[in-house]
C-alpha cells in the first residue's frame, strides 16, 4: 500500500530526528517520522547540553521544558588521581559570553520535549514502523516499513535518515561508514552515588592509564553516570562481573551507591562519505559518530539536523537550489572530519594516557586554564565550533547570539542585526 506522507520522512525518533522534524514542522513543512522500536529509546546515552546546544533548544522553543528537567552544572572537574591532581574550571568565568553552566539530563527527556512540541505542530511520529527498503525517482523517494500491520511503502519529497550508527538508510544506499572503530569498550552506568562528597564537580574527566572515566550528575535526586572504558576484546556478556573491580577505583570502599542501569557500548569515529544521494539525506549519528569524551556527538548531530532542516526548507519552500544540499553534507562532513573527531580523539587519549611526559603536558594546558579564566574561556567556547558554516545568509540560525539566551533580549538585538 503507497501513501503520501507529504514533504519529508525522517526515519529515526531519537534526538535528532524528533529535534530536526521539530525545526521543519516550525517553518511550515510537512513531516511524518518513522522508528522502528515501540517508543523513545531510554538508553543511557547524551546527558550533558553545551551551550551552543542549549542555544539551538531556546530557539526552537524547548529550552525551559528541558531545563525544567535537567540539572545546572556548574563546573567541570580534571581529575590525575595518581599524581595526586584534582582541578576545577568553572563555567562563571563565560558570565556575559554565555550560558555560565551547561544542562544536564537524559537525551530521551530531550527527544521526548522535541516529540511533543513537534506533534503539536502536526508532526507524525510513527513507532513500531522498521525501515526496510528505499527506493527514489526524479521527484520523490519511497521508505518501505514493516509495521505490526504488515509492510507499507511511505513517499515523500525527501527522506532523512536519522536512524543512529548502525543506520539503515546509510546502508541502503551503499554509502562508506569510513573510519575507524575503537579496540576499547565503553560501559555506560547510570547509579544513585552523591559523587560531589567525594570530590567530584558536575562534569568530570579522570585521566588514568587503566582506569580513566567520565562523571557526570544527571538529575537532581541523586543519579549520576560513570562511564569507564574496558578491554574490548573481553566477552561484553560478563562485563557485569568486571563492574565492581572497576568501580573500586571511583568509589571508596563503603560508600553506599546503587546500579539503576548499565550498557556497554562499541564506539567509532566515522563520517558517510557523502550525507546526500538525490532526494535522501543523513543526519546525526547515521552522518558522523564520535566516542562521547567531551559530549561532543549530540552536539554535532544536533548542529548537522538544524542547517539540514534550514537548508531542505530552503529548498522546498523558497525555491533554493538543490546544490545547497550537497554543500550542507560538505560542511557538516567537514565539522566532523576538523573539529568533533579531532577533539573527541584528542580527548580519549588524554583519559587513557600512559606515557609520563605526555601525560605532564596534557595536565600543565588544564591547570594553565585552570589558573587563567581568559584560557578557560577559550577552552569552554570550543563546542560553538561545531555550529560551523550555516550555508544561508538569512537563515534563522545565521546571527546566532551566543549572549541571547542567558538574558538578554534576543529580538531585541536581532531587530539590531537586521
Ligand atoms: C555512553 C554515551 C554517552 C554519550 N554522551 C553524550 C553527551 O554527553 N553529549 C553528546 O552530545 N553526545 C553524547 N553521546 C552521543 C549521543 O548519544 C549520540 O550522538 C546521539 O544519540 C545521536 O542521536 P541520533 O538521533 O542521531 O541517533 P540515535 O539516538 O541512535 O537514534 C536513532 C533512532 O533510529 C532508530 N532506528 C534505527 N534503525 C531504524 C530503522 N531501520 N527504521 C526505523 N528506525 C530506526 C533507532 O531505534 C533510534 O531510536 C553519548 C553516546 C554514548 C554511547
Redo the contacts with the bound molecule.
Keep these: 500500500m503507497m501513501i503520501d506522507t507529504g514533504d519529508v520522512l525522517i526515519?529515526?525518533?531519537?534526538?535528532?530526528?524528533l529535534l530536526t522534524a521539530l525545526a521543519l514542522a516550525q517553518k511550515g513543512v510537512s513531516v511524518t517520522v518513522?522508528?522502528?522500536?515501540e517508543g523513545v529509546?531510554d538508553a543511557?546515552?547524551?546527558?550533558?547540553y553545551f551551550a551552543p546546544t542549549m542555544i539551538a533548544l531556546h530557539e526552537l522553543g524547548l529550552l525551559d521544558d528541558v531545563a525544567r528537567q535537567s540539572v545546572e552544572g556548574r563546573a567541570f572537574g580534571h581529575h590525575v588521581p595518581d599524581f595526586g591532581v584534582h582541578l576545577k574550571i568553572e563555567n562563571s568565568v563565560m558570565a556575559g559570553i554565555t550560558f555560565d553552566y551547561q544542562l544536564h539530563c537524559g537525551?530521551d527527556i530531550v527527544a521526548r520535549i522535541a516529540q511533543q512540541h513537534a506533534e503539536r505542530l502536526g508532526v507524525r511520529v510513527l513507532f513500531n514502523?522498521?525501515?526496510v527498503a528505499l527506493t527514489q525517482n526524479a521527484d520523490s523517494a519511497i521508505a518501505t516499513v514493516q509495521t505490526p500491520d504488515g509492510a507499507r511503502d511511505l513517499r515523500a519529497k525527501w527522506i532523512i535518515g536519522?536512524?543512529?550508527?548502525?543506520?539503515?538508510v546509510r546502508q541502503l544506499l551503499d554509502i562508506e561508514f569510513a573510519g575507524h572503530t575503537w579496540g576499547n569498550r565503553?560501559v555506560?552506568t547510570n547509579v544513585y552515588c552523591d559523587f560531589s562528597t567525594l570530590g567530584y564537580q558536575a562534569a568530570n574527566f579522570v585521566c588514568d592509564p587503566t582506569y580513566s572515566a567520565v562523571i557526570a550528575v544527571i538529575d537532581n535526586k541523586g543519579l549520576w553516570r560513570l562511564?569507564y572504558q574496558e578491554d574490548g576484546t573481553l566477552p561484553v556478556d560478563s562485563f557485569m562481573e568486571r563492574l565492581p573491580e572497576r568501580y573500586g577505583f571511583f568509589i571508596p570502599q563503603g560508600t553506599p551507591f546503587e546500579i539503576a542501569s548499565a550498557n556497554p557500548?562499541t564506539i567509532h569515529q566515522r563520517c558517510a562519505t557523502t550525507l546526500r544521494q538525490g532526494r535522501i539525506l543523513l543526519?546525526?549519528?547515521?552522518a558522523h559518530a564520535t566516542n562521547?569524551c567531551g559530549?561532543?556527538?549530540?552536539?554535532t548531530?544536533l548542529w548537522s539536523g538544524m542547517i539540514l532542516s534550514d537548508t531542505l526548507a530552503a529548498v522546498l519552500q523558497e525555491d533554493a537550489d538543490e546544490a545547497l544540499l550537497d554543500r550542507y553534507s560538505d560542511e557538516r562532513r567537514r565539522i566532523f572530519h576538523e573539529v568533533t573527531s579531532p577533539a573527541a580523539s584528542r580527548n580519549k587519549r588524554m583519559l587513557e594516557e600512559a606515557d609520563p611526559d605526555q601525560r605532564r603536558q596534557d595536565l600543565a594546558m588544564v591547570e594553565a586554564a585552570a589558573a587563567d579564566p581568559a584560557l578557560a574561556r577559550i577552552m569552554l567556547s570550543f563546542p560553538f565550533k561545531v555550529i560551523g558554516d550555516t550555508l544561508r545568509p538569512d537563515s534563522r540560525w545565521a546571527h546566532i547570539d551566543p549572549t541571547g539566551p542567558a538574558g538578554i533580549d534576543i529580538s531585541a538585538r536581532k531587530s539590531q542585526l537586521a
Design positions: 526515519v529515526g525518533a531519537g534526538p535528532v530526528g518513522v522508528e522502528a522500536a529509546s543511557p546515552r547524551a546527558m550533558v537525551q514502523h522498521k525501515l536519522a536512524d543512529g550508527a548502525r543506520s539503515t565503553f555506560a562511564t557500548y543526519a546525526g549519528d547515521a562521547p559530549g561532543l556527538g549530540l552536539t548531530g
